[in-house]
């Protein structure tokens, strides 16, 4: 029995809190919750701590009662939300992702969170008042510091630059840290800033036309006040609320005459709080009919989605695909849930918004990696208030705090773009769309022409329903594909055929019809390689263990993998000649060709070096669709959903470079590609046509690709996936090892196998050097693990791998060994 007396020693519930940092931890931390903060925050609610006596802002995955055995938690110094940035949805789907891709939760924060949301920590020099003010004993660069602070007791590095005049000033800090004089300190500060814009309103005074009628008859001075507000009564009956931005911007007026009409209280000037991304009105306008083809896809999956959650919604190209997704997103709007809808890339997105913003109108958002910090955070919260009813957007996107999400669509389900492969965490957005819409019971669409192996092995075993249109829209026929054999042509200088006689009479016959043309090749740049006539010599990166790339309009050579620009060379290094060869030819080569056989014709080129702005992609397709360009040359970036209605004709320049990779998935990739570039002709009118320009032209995946037999296809890959134990029988797991030195690279290699030996060694591969060895000055080697598909031996493969990275780092040799394993891995 507690009585009066022993009441004093009965301790009080002690509560901790698991904190989530935006760091590469091995586990995640715990602190104290001191009794001032205890109900005060809850899960995915954001705290300032201090780790190695830095401040960062973390995330509370759970609170708790169990004290850790093995230390003494510090405090939280405080609480920074009054309620949750994320669900609890949300910290599920980051654990399951750290655990089945092998990384930390605090690198899925890292990659999940905008930048506004982890706090910026600002290092801070505190005056010590044991110092006291003798600074005899200091030098002079010291001196002026200390009595800086002396007088302002706290100094931001900034300052402390300006007080030196210099920007090195860590070495002074140093001194004055040893001697005692000031210590550092971390101060946590918010980047996030409302944006606010100043609204020009009309005093309710003048509201009535009799009032401005005695104002405007009695106006004596300032014609030029008055001249401003006609125009501004104008602007407000024609675009309702007025900025002051716009208001002198379209009135030509100053802002000292606005100013002198708000003195006089005619006009009142009041800063709000704006959005930084504009949105439309909301509406939901459904105004087309479904053939009957889409009508009976939709109700099958409506149908089966009762079954399963997931749907693969298998249809050939331009088969109608996104008004089945239009007329499901509108049911989902009706019921009052979110819509995600993923796309592969950002590029794929422009032309989708504005078929779904006349659908939808506001009730579209878009999200992804090229909105600012401050456009991410809003749209974040919107999301999560469930304001936003639509969220377009790329892999990314799916990190966003959906509040009741009810359906997402996978298109393109098959893109490799979907996985991410640098930093950490090597997710692939797809299959984690499938275990996220899970936590909610919401459905998952996925879609495409070509379905990616793994999600048809699985459609087919039951695990996904499956619907299927056979038919184009209009029962238009797909498009005729005829393959033209390079070896026959032989060219006066023996380069590489560039536009065959049979596809240059093609693009004549269809640009002379009005109608437009797709050339498709997979590499930008004017030339993949030059070569020394007279030894075979080829420039390389000093950087990168690859050839360096041509481009002429930089007049550079550049490498693909670290960016790095070089100057043209022309001498050889090995032989001191100076006649070079470019060999095979880029899109940028192709333009130039282009431009000399038909100079009559407007071309343009669609590539990552072409392509500038946040908008510039958008510009160069709606150029395309307004037909003010013949031909549109490009690599993947014109292949992927993009709906183009009168392209007759589309080119592909060099298919022996597509399936010529040595990689278990290029047959699968190359009837992929080969099937999506096609599908860009004939998607309007009239069946269209497709040259392939190949040397190999016996290939097996080209007798699938001219038959559009993907069921074809499947069943010839799905043997030689089963005969060689690749996925999707099979789960890989990629390690790559990264470092400056070659021979400690290839030690630590050794060493890892040798560790995984004894349990998986049935199923490893290698070590051994990746196709390219050596990337930005790191030296590359590889193991490969095809592991079972058995939930227990994935278990202990994880677990086999982090011990072996532990022991492989407590080897003083091998500590700064990068170990990046890669689950499910694309290349």
């Given at each position: ?19 989530l940092?935006?760091l590469?931890?091995?586990?995640n931390?715990?602190?104290?919750v ?29 609170i ?17 939300d009054?309620e949750?940035?994320?669900?609890k949805?949300q910290?599920?789907l980051?654990?399951w ?9 605090g690198?899925v924060m ?6 506004h ?11 010590n008042?044991e ?42 800090i140093k ?14 500060h918010?980047t ?5 814009e100043i609204?020009?309103?009309?005093n ?15 106006w ?13 009564l ?26 002198g ?16 991304v ?24 409506t ?10 919604l298998?249809?050939?190209t331009?088969?109608?695909?996104t ?17 995600l ?43 999560k ?6 969220v ?12 009741e ?30 275990y996220?819409?899970?936590l ?56 590489r055929?560039i536009?065959?006689p049979?596809l ?6 269809s ?18 390689y030059?070569?020394c ?24 050579l ?6 790095t620009?070089?100057p ?11 006649s ?9 080569r192709?333009?130039?060709f282009?431009q000399?056989?038909f ?19 958008d510009?160069?397709?709606q ?11 490009g ?12 392209v ?5 320049l ?17 009837f ?36 559009h037999?993907?069921r074809?296809?499947y ?13 999707p ?14 021979e ?15 349990m ?7 070590p051994?050097q ?7 000055n790191?030296?590359?080697m590889?193991?490969?693990?095809k ?9 202990q ?8 990275t ?11 060994v990068?170990v ?7 290349n």
């Open positions: 029995m507690i009585t009066e007396s022993n009441e004093l020693f009965i301790s009080k519930p002690v509560w901790f809190a698991e904190v940092l935006p590469a931890l091995p586990r931390y715990t602190w104290s001191p009794e001032h903060f205890i109900g005060k925050f809850e899960s995915g609610c954001r705290v300032e701590v201090v780790l190695k006596n830095k401040k960062y802002a973390g995330l509370v995955k759970r708790h009662q169990e004290a850790p055995s093995a230390f003494t938690p510090r405090d939280i110094l405080n609480v920074l009054s949750p940035i994320v669900y949805e910290l599920a980051w654990e992702i750290a655990t089945y891709y092998l990384c930390s939760e690198e890292q990659a999940a969170l905008p930048t949301f982890k706090l910026s920590s600002e290092t801070v020099l505190l005056y008042d110092a006291g003010e003798d600074f005899s004993h200091l030098d002079n660069d010291e001196f002026m510091v200390a009595e800086a602070l002396l007088i302002k007791k706290q100094l931001k590095l900034p300052e402390v630059q300006q007080v030196l005049d210099a920007s090195h000033v860590y070495p002074v001194r004055l840290i040893e001697k005692k004089i000031c210590f550092v300190w971390e101060d946590m918010a996030y800033k409302e944006k606010k609204f020009v309103l009309l309710p005074e003048f509201q009535s036309d009799e009032k401005m009628g005695e104002l405007l008859n009695n004596s001075r300032a014609p030029k006040q008055m001249e401003l507000l006609l125009a501004y104008h602007f407000q009956k024609t675009e309702g609320e007025v900025t002051q931005t716009m208001l002198l911007k379209k009135s030509g007026a100053t802002a000292a005459q606005l100013k009409l708000a003195d006089k209280h005619i006009l009142i000037l009041e800063k709000r709080s704006v959005d930084r504009k949105q439309q009105a909301r509406h939901v306008t459904l105004n087309f009919e479904l053939s009957e083809a889409q009508e009976t896809a939709l109700k099958e999956i149908e089966k989605l009762k079954e399963k959650n997931v749907c693969l298998h249809g050939v331009s088969s109608g695909k008004e089945i997704y239009i007329r499901l997103i509108a049911e989902m709007i009706a019921s009052g849930k979110q819509v809808y993923m796309l592969p890339e950002i590029a794929l997105t422009a032309q989708i918004i504005r078929r779904l913003q006349k659908h939808f109108g506001g009730n579209i958002v878009i999200y992804h990696s090229k909105f600012n910090q401050n456009e991410k955070v809003e749209i974040w919260n919107k999301v208030s469930g304001e936003a009813k639509v377009v957007g790329a892999r990314s996107a799916l990190f966003l705090p959906f509040k999400p009810g359906l997402i669509i996978c298109d393109e389900e098959h893109d490799t773009s979907y996985k991410q492969n640098e930093p950490a965490p090597r997710y692939h957005a797809r299959d984690a769309a499938v996220f819409a899970s909610f019971g919401a459905k998952v669409i996925l879609g495409s022409a070509t379905p990616s192996m793994e999600s048809y092995f699985n459609a087919l075993s039951g695990k996904y329903s499956l619907v299927e249109i056979n038919e184009r829209y209009g029962n238009i026929s797909l498009p005729a594909i005829e393959l033209v054999d390079t070896r026959q042509i032989r060219l006066p200088d023996k380069s055929v536009i065959s049979q240059q009479e093609a693009i004549e016959l640009v002379s019809q009005n109608r437009q043309v797709i050339l498709f090749q997979n590499r930008r740049g004017y030339s993949p030059q070569v006539q007279s030894c075979g010599w080829i420039p390389h990166c000093k950087n990168c263990d690859v050839s360096l790339t041509y481009h002429k309009t930089k007049a550079k550049v490498c693909h993998y670290c960016g620009n070089y043209l060379v022309n001498t050889c290094e090995a032989c001191g000649n100076h070079f060869v470019q060999q095979n030819f880029g899109t940028e192709i333009e130039e282009l000399e056989i100079p009559k014709m407007r071309i343009s080129r669609m590539d990552v070096d072409s392509i500038k702005g946040k908008h510039g992609h510009a160069l397709i150029m395309f669709e307004q037909h003010r360009i013949d031909i549109l040359i690599t993947q970036m014109v292949v992927k959903g993009l709906d183009f209605d009168n007759e004709l589309v080119g592909i060099d298919a022996d470079a597509i399936l010529g990779f040595t990689d278990f998935r290029v047959n699968e990739r190359g992929q590609l080969l099937e999506q570039v096609s599908g860009r002709a004939g998607r309007k009118e009239r069946q269209g046509k497709v040259l392939i320009q190949v040397r190999k032209t016996d290939h097996p995946v080209l007798e699938k690709v001219k038959a037999d993907y074809g296809f069943q010839m890959e799905i043997e030689n996936r089963k005969q060689f134990f690749y996925p029988f099979s789960r890989i797991v990629r390690l790559l090892f990264r470092h400056k030195d070659l400690t690279v290839h030690g630590a290699a050794r060493a890892f196998a040798l560790s995984l030996q004894p998986l060694g049935r199923y490893l591969m290698g051994a990746p196709i390219v060895p050596k990337i930005r790191l030296y590359l590889e193991i490969m693990l592991l079972p598909k058995d939930a227990t031996i994935m278990q493969c994880r677990h086999l791998i982090y011990t072996s532990a022991l492989l780092h407590a080897d003083k040799k091998y500590r700064s990068s990046i394993p890669d689950v499910d891995a694309m």
